[in-house]
């Protein structure tokens, strides 16, 4: 089994700063893109930022200049680094992976998402 722990939200004022941390264990032999997402109360799950095994990134428009999503390779970790916070971020924000089991009975890229940490910003 694989599973990804995700850390570091919280309650926040506008214009201030969190950084989220996501750590993957288990079976994996490589991951390819970890990716973060957000829900909002009655919204659907969009995607925050994304980061590929080859060191591409993509940004949701809402984020670019504000979020930075970094990635450890050694230790299996993403980070999403959110600056200038608004209201409008509130939301659980849920970390995604695609990876190759290291099992030799599962085949194929899989994904895993983990728990969802929730953001919460003040205005």
């Known amino acids: 089994q694989v599973q990804l722990v995700e850390s570091g939200g919280g309650l926040v004022q506008t214009g201030g700063s969190l950084r989220l941390s996501c750590a993957a264990s288990?079976?994996?032999?490589?991951?390819?893109?970890m990716a973060w997402y957000r829900q909002a109360p009655g919204k659907q799950r969009e995607l925050v930022a994304s980061?590929?095994?080859?060191?591409?990134?993509k940004y949701a428009d809402s984020v670019k200049g504000r979020f930075t999503i970094s990635r450890d390779n050694a230790e299996n970790t993403v980070f999403l680094q959110m600056n200038s916070l608004k209201p409008e971020d509130t939301a659980v924000y849920y970390c995604?992976?695609?990876?190759?089991?290291?099992?030799?009975?599962?085949?194929?890229?899989?994904?895993?998402w983990g728990q969802g940490t929730l953001v919460t910003v003040s205005s």
């Open positions: 288990g079976s994996i032999l490589r991951i390819n893109t």
């Open positions: 995604h992976a695609e990876y190759v089991s290291a099992s030799a009975s599962v085949v194929g890229l899989l994904g895993v």
């Open positions: 980061f590929t095994s080859g060191g591409s990134t």
